[in-house]
């Protein structure tokens, strides 16, 4: 099956600067990777996903690029604020099978004031 | 916030108690999933139900036990845990199997006492 790492396991950014986290993944096949943000007490969201014909996508603040041939994908924010601290986890999965995500090990984000 | 509720919010359980986990979703979706988080591991898949029918085990030990008695209700029955049984109980739904969006309700905190 799949494997998904993801790092680092934590990231202390000052308030305004850019925090990036990295995954890598085993299975080729896989096509459709999004990423989750789970802040404190709260349940799991998607805050932004990319599938495998597009190399970047951009959401305000937020992006993700893949590197299909590399077999990793990345999560950058920027002009990060406090209530970006959280928990973040990429996943991974190959759609086209109907499989189920891959959940990396989580990055907690924390944005310091 | 609704979508998906779970309740209990907390449970606190002997080893020798039975108790059931419950998940509605108000999403009309056809697939629905019982996940398990534990600190410092990736969100572990337990149970896939696609249109009510259990479609995947991840080699979960029988103590615990799920039940879907239709598209838009989950159950997850627990007997004879282990303290290490200990964590939190995230339901999800999609709209099918591994496809698109995961959408979580908020947990439930299990203690095995």
């Known amino acids: 099956g799949e494997n998904v790492e993801q790092h680092p396991s934590t990231l202390s950014v000052q308030e305004g600067d850019s925090a990036v986290i990295k995954c890598t993944y085993s299975d080729s096949a896989s096509n459709y990777f999004p990423w989750y943000k789970q802040e404190l007490g709260k349940r799991p969201q998607l805050i932004i996903d990319i599938r495998s014909n597009v190399g970047e996508k951009k959401d305000q603040r937020i992006a993700v690029t893949l590197n299909k041939t590399a077999k990793h994908f990345s999560l950058h924010i920027t002009e990060t604020q406090p209530e970006d601290s959280a928990v973040y986890f990429c996943a991974a999965a190959d759609q086209t099978g109907a499989n189920n995500l891959f959940f990396g090990t989580g990055t907690r984000l924390t944005v310091i004031p | 916030e609704t979508g998906v509720t779970q309740t209990p919010r907390h449970l606190v359980m002997g080893m020798t108690n039975k108790k059931s986990l419950k998940c509605e979703q108000h999403l009309g979706h056809n697939a629905m999933y019982w996940y398990k988080q534990s600190a410092k591991k990736p969100l572990e898949l337990m149970f896939v139900?696609?249109?009510?029918?259990?479609?995947e085990n991840n080699s979960v030990p029988s103590r615990f036990s799920p039940e879907c008695p239709n598209s838009s209700h989950l159950f997850l029955h627990l007997h004879t845990l282990q303290p290490e049984d200990s964590a939190l109980y995230l339901c999800?739904?999609?709209?099918?199997?591994?496809?698109?969006?995961?959408?979580f309700g908020e947990g439930s905190r299990l203690t095995v006492l």
């Open positions: 139900y696609s249109l009510e029918e259990r479609v």
């Open positions: 999800a739904s999609s709209q099918a199997r591994g496809t698109g969006e995961l959408f």
